[in-house]
């Protein structure tokens, strides 16, 4: 665990030209930061370049409220870049949706109640009751929002107003019940983080598991992604897949898919919260 | 090794009913037959009792040639059975079709050459010169029938009098570029083994891994599976699956894609010589 | 969900004869017992017959506190069998044993919350206090016995005590980071799982990811056993493993590996709750 | 398939110090060499930098003989650096090693076949006349020096000898079953590859395979390795693993473990034949 957080973590990506590698450690070495990380990917196809660059600000020239439009004017607008930045101590602040089934939300609230992510976590959302218990055990506020077909936008707008409040940067739906609205994907672009227990884009839509049953699958998986607006084709963030046998019945199926349900959204959000993923082209790089 | 190949091996199902298992392994016991292997499943969903059950015919007191009939007689009606009988001393004859990739000829002739696999392998068909050299370094020959939009139906009708004349049990698709025709496909019903290059049911169809590129999917696969009418739709026999990152290119899934390919079509097969795989509603049971 | 649990489970191994399958289902059959599943499963090399049996009560004959009796008297002692016989309506009453790291914990008591596992679990045993929160968030007794060198043969006869008392038929370390004693094991032979933070029996003892660090794996694994006298060399039940590369960190594979425990331990108790594993010669047979 | 291979690779490891990757990316780039792949890693617990980049030749200043010794003087020493030079157009000359097993021969002679890989395979050596049929399959000399207790040192000098006249950079053990003597180890450092037919560092030594069945592990493995003066330790390449069951004979662990020793030895040739393996401190750095 890295107890220092005052530091700051650049993504971007822009076409890949000589030089840029060095300028940007350049930029942050001159200016006394120190790198703590430093990962780099060219796609070779596209002719992309990625870089996540992470680096101590103790001693940094430029005050941290000042590196954003600094590195934009100097280097991100002569490289054509698109870029994130993000400080040590200001974590991710994350709205768990959830529907009836706990398996996904006691991993998540295990892991932040161990310490495990750095992240803050306000409340979690559902549109039914079932899982205030769980919220209630680990102290977090629950808020329901019953939606029905007529009151979808009403409530959906009710929903950002609280997230707004405290401030969300980030969504999970933890096998939430809902298709989200454009809207409200449009105000958190690759901001939503939805797991789908298949292995996409094997079993789009309802029901994936009787689904696999009825094709006799020997394998099943799960698929966390960015949520956009096309039903289960966003970004794939993680993948995982565990064999099963004729003798599986579609319990068998369920019950050994929430294991990897839970692993596979678990995976995906620390990436996330540790900003590691970039996206591109609906395609994610994710730096190790 | 089993060296004693004078057995016979009975697969079966029916609606499940008290009593089969006993009926049946009583069957082999009063008449003198030395059980080797059994295994029963039943599908408590839609109510079938499936069967394997392998005996040494030494002692057995029907004559192998009436085993069938008395089997059919006694029992088969009885409880409304659909089954098969094979006798060890009878290995399946496998006809390989190709086109011009190499590394599952190659598996599996290396594996048919070290003994791994008790069949015969009569010899190879393809569309295309390209692998003709590989048939000649097992000394397999080797026929090419160049089929064209125009002639297909000709030159289907060639292969299957040769698969005919050479008393041709299976046919294995290694890669084999062409759409079988309906009539071939009822000619061999679940006895045509193809290799698709996806993880089934994503990807149907032309260029898998292309398609696996552009989604952005984390795992790939591959799928094993008898041939029906339905393109890449027959029950599945086996898959599995390896893990890529936004690293690899296109040449990295193929490549990484064919290592997959020719271990699921070498799982199937052998599966499939040792008569451990009954199909049943579009799916497989697979024996251990 | 099987909803009637008016069940008997006999799991049984014996020297192989013929007709031990077909005299145990008649058993059954002709005393009205509804038989629901059944697995046999020969070891050919060692010439052993193993089963499961799973039947309904509701009409059967013979009364459930003189099954045991009847058995025993009828076949048991004919065929040389080890068995044992549980009651669906009779779940298994398990003590788990912790010590600082909440994950299998929570992992176990999210299962338990949400009606997975059909088992009690009356209290949480300790060596130190960390983990109480837990507990009490779960509404589950908390006990501490702070063994030291110098008490633990008292301590541990203290907890054999409240173990005693409580009817515990299965103890289940989740990362208790004390030895049992021998005293304890015999007391409860096959009857104490623990989950081995390495793929045993590479780097067995203590500190195994440092081990595994050390040595420069490409793969780490976690392995769920029942507790022998020699230390991790007990029977294994269950095992999976990770992939990592020579940029994990240590941290990482402590991290990366929590996810495996908890899995692989949670498998191997499933399978524990369900009567589903049989030990013979320090190997598990485990029935589907 | 890169088609032009006027490149050069340059694999280094140092301990880390601030603008190391400026300056070697800058002494290609200056000396007008175009770039084509760049990897670097640096282990935060040791301090070391590893680095990996090719660059393109057609257009370099410095001519190819002299780029080691501009290297070394400008930069390796400076640095503290180990390096290591390769040119695309001088592929590895490999010697297979073999005994009676066919498996992997044949899964690496069918890959050199069809162009997979980048490398010459001039011969193989084996201590056993059995797989010279395979070798004459695809037209490869075939030497045997029948090893004895008594001839070892003279058989492995003719041996080396042989490797000497035809240039050999790289041995690979294909299950050759002879402990190679230190002194050829001594011949060729980390230039050796062994694939050992466990999951190392379970099951060292002889028949892994009887000591897995032996323990009960529920999965079994395979390692490739480099090969050092200590039994089965050297820097671990590459390793995988498949689930087995009880059912599984000891026949089916070897059947089942071919499977992944054949995959296993071939990533690993693989990736030395790219020069993508750096050794560090017995364990390896593997780039993408």
Chains 1, 2, 3, 4 share one sequence.
């Not at 300028?23 to 120190?34: A, D, R, S």
């Not at 892991?111 to 977090?140: K, L, T």
């Not at 409530?155 to 809207?183: C, F, N, P, V, W």
């Not at 349900?261 to 620390?270: D, G």
């Amino acid at each position: 665990m890295q107890t220092n957080k005052n530091t700051a973590q650049l993504l971007l990506h822009c076409p890949d030209r000589p030089g840029i590698l060095a300028e940007v450690t350049n930029f942050i070495t001159i200016n006394k930061g120190n790198i703590l990380h430093l990962s780099q990917y060219v796609d070779r196809v596209d002719n992309i370049f990625f870089m996540r660059i992470e680096w101590q600000l103790d001693d940094f020239f430029i005050p941290r409220e000042k590196i954003y439009d600094y590195f934009n004017t100097l280097y991100a607008q002569k490289y054509k870049m698109s870029f994130e930045l993000h400080f040590g101590d200001e974590p991710p602040r994350i709205a768990i949706f959830v529907s009836k089934m706990s398996h996904c939300l006691y991993d998540m609230l295990a892991r932040y109640s161990a310490g495990e992510w750095d992240c803050e976590i306000p409340f979690i959302i559902s549109n039914h009751e079932d899982m205030r218990q769980v919220a209630d055990r680990f102290g977090i506020p629950y808020y329901v929002f019953p939606i029905t077909k007529e009151n979808k936008a009403e409530m959906e707008e009710k929903e950002m107003e609280l997230l707004r409040e405290h401030g969300i940067t980030t969504i999970i739906l933890a096998r939430y019940m809902q298709i989200i609205s454009d809207r409200m994907i449009e105000a958190y672009p690759n901001r939503i983080i939805n797991i789908h227990h298949s292995f996409l884009p094997a079993f789009i839509g309802a029901k994936p598991y009787h689904q696999a049953y009825e094709r006799g699958v020997k394998i099943i998986g799960a698929t966390s992604h960015y949520v956009t607006k096309e039903l289960d084709a966003g970004p794939i963030i993680e993948q995982d897949v565990v064999r099963i046998t004729h003798k599986d019945t579609l319990e068998d199926l369920v019950m050994k898919g929430k294991d990897l349900e839970k692993i596979v959204l678990s995976r995906a959000v620390k990436k996330d919260i540790e900003h590691k993923i970039l996206v591109y082209n609906n395609k994610t790089v994710i730096f190790s």
